[in-house]
């Protein structure tokens, strides 16, 4: 598969992901210890650490963190280069701390309880003050740095109908990462286009997976609509967990073409024999109901791109209707427009 945001990374299917996931972010015997750096102390006295610890610390400290055995670095030593750049550049000074760097999202998002090990092309960098020139900088000079995202200080992605859609700005690099979904029926990999999808960071017992389970232990997850999918992860949690028929919605592009991405990626996981493609998308943002994807095999899976209080003039209702909403946004007119679903839950 090849990467709908960029074109050239690869994109591996959901089985492969899983299979390596113990591995991927472990040091091996040969790894230095741990830096385990201060992130709120001043960049000036972490260096004068480094100095101390007999490092030019700018030439050497860097380049002294990647193993000579597995090749891999430590997230704090990837973060203090990211950091050196930007300072370099004249966006942060010696008096800022690691931290305001930004948000470091690893590539395959997994519930860690240790810090990560990073090989090529393993990290993409979420902050704010940077530029496109130093995002440049840090994808060409720092092997583990996938791309660089500019956050806007607002969740990405369609909070409110009306208010139009929101997106990050992709300023160097590659922005499609994915996240490990785990649920009682198994786990799932979900990939993102990180600029435009808004962050959400994978736990163990998550709420939202809790509450799927609980619907499924009450056994009402037989035919379900998700209304707002987003890229897909209660939608295809769903079908995962046994649900004859599932239909995903989503009124932003980039979440359907999400959608359309983890359909293919879990396809072997989701028992998917076949897809079809009936219709094609038209704009950014959709209004009726436009029918994107077919799915079948173990489930039957429809694909919407259309706004939700729209969805049932074409979709048919069904037993069980997920709105996992933006926090914050008023929901009143959406659970009115699916009350011809058995029963409408609130997510
Ligand atoms: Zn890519
Ligand atoms: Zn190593």
């Keep these: ?129 940077l530029t496109k020139e130093a995002a440049e900088a840090m994808t060409s000079r720092i092997p583990e740095i996938k791309g660089v995202i500019l956050s806007r200080g607002d969740v990405p992605g369609l909070k409110d109908y009306s208010a139009g859609p929101r997106e990050n700005s992709l300023l160097s690099g590659c922005d499609l990462r994915a996240d490990v979904v785990q649920s009682i029926f198994g786990e799932l990999i979900v990939y993102k286009s990180q600029a435009k999808i808004h962050i959400e960071f994978p736990r163990q017992n998550a709420p939202k997976m809790m509450i799927l389970e609980e619907l499924s232990f009450k056994g009402r997850i037989d035919e379900v609509v998700d209304g707002l999918a987003g890229p897909g992860t209660l939608g295809l949690m769903c079908v995962l967990s046994g649900a004859r028929r599932v239909v995903l919605n989503d009124a932003w592009l980039p979440a359907v073409r999400n959608i359309l991405l983890n359909l ?67 929901t009143k007119e959406l659970v009115d427009a699916c009350r011809c679903c058995g029963n409408v839950v609130v997510i």
Aim: net charge negative.
């Design 1 to 129: 598969m090849q990467c709908p945001e960029c074109g050239k990374c690869p994109v591996l299917p959901a089985e492969e992901v899983l299979a390596g996931m113990s591995e991927v972010y472990m040091a091996c015997q040969d790894c230095s210890p741990e830096p385990n750096l201060d992130k709120g102390r001043p960049l000036r006295e972490l260096l004068r650490d480094a100095e101390r610890r007999g490092m030019r610390a700018k030439a050497e400290a860097p380049g002294a963190a990647r193993c000579g055995s597995c090749g891999k670095a430590p997230l704090d030593a990837v973060m203090f280069e990211v950091m050196l750049v930007l300072q370099e550049f004249g966006l942060r000074n010696e008096g800022d701390a690691l931290r305001s760097v930004g948000t470091p999202l690893i590539v395959f998002g997994y519930p860690l309880a240790f810090p990560p090990r990073l090989g090529p092309r393993s990290l993409i960098i979420v902050g704010e003050q």
């Design 264 to 330: 293919e990626a879990n396809r072997k996981i989701l028992g998917i024999d076949e897809i079809e493609h009936p219709e094609a998308p038209t704009d950014a943002v959709g209004q009726d109901p436009v029918l994107v994807a077919r799915a079948s095999g173990a489930c039957e899976i429809e694909v919407y791109h259309g706004d939700l209080t729209r969805l049932f003039t074409r979709a048919k209702p069904a037993s069980l209707c997920l709105i996992d909403h933006f926090p914050g946004s008023r």
